[in-house]
């Protein structure tokens, strides 16, 4: 999360599996970190928006799969964006590091 509020690109890349999916709350799915990296590539380049997140649940299995319940917030303020999401991220433990696995957005009003 801190990488991507600080526009961090390669680290926020390096904390994705390889074959990391992605579901956008339009619901478009991507597959593979070097596709979600360069979707969410104006985010990086720009460096314009806010993202805050208040973490409401973790469940964790030790050195295997964790799971987190983000409320999010992604805010754009100069172009009037304001986006309210609850966002579940899934990681896996994978040769000594927790790298996400799968990560869902769903819009909140």
Known sequence: ??????FDREAWRAV???DAVSILPTGAVLTGRDLIVETLGAHFDERRARWTWTELS???EPERVGH???ETVY???EAGVRQRALTG????????EWVVVCDQGTLLP
């Open 89 to 96: 991220v899934t990681f896996g433990f994978v040769d000594g």
């Open 1 to 6: 999360m801190e990488s991507f509020r600080d």
């Open 68 to 70: 987190v319940l983000y």
């Open 58 to 60: 973790r469940r964790v």
């Open 75 to 77: 805010e754009v303020a």
């Open 16 to 18: 994705h599996a390889v």
